[in-house]
């Protein structure tokens, strides 16, 4: 199983990035995917999520409206668009992959499988 994310960097406030997440060696269209991010001296937080048929989706209340989940079935990739980025944004964001139990769209790190090793997003002037 690997989930190698991509797409992260260095962005001014305001800016926009899209993470991508890969995915391979499972079934992509049977598990439900998120993504958390981790700042330096903090715990992990769960940011988005989105369910395996991608008709059910779940943002943390610090990114809703700005912060986008999507996932294409044909490249087995799972998106995040992040928008108005703010310096509080600055962390590594991992994506994660859970076995699909219903339309259930689980937000707690310890309820996903799979891990990617993560990109570091940093937002600063």
């Known amino acids: 199983v690997q989930l190698v994310e991509s797409g992260g960097g260095l962005v001014q406030p305001g800016g926009f990035l899209r993470l991508s997440c890969a995915a391979s060696?499972?079934?992509?269209?049977?598990?439900?995917m998120g993504w958390f991010r981790q700042a330096p001296g903090k715990e992990r937080e769960f940011v988005a999520a989105?369910?395996?048929?991608?008709?059910?989706?779940r943002y943390a209340d610090s990114v809703k409206g700005r912060f986008t989940i999507s996932r294409d079935y044909a490249k087995n990739t799972v998106y995040l668009q992040v928008n108005s980025l703010k310096p509080e944004d600055t962390a590594v964001y991992s994506c994660a992959a859970r076995y699909y139990s219903g339309a259930y769209v689980a937000s707690t790190a310890a309820e996903y499988d799979y891990w990617g090793q993560g990109t570091q997003v940093t937002v600063s002037s």
């Open positions: 060696g499972f079934t992509f269209t049977t598990y439900h």
């Open positions: 989105i369910s395996w048929r991608g008709d059910n989706t």
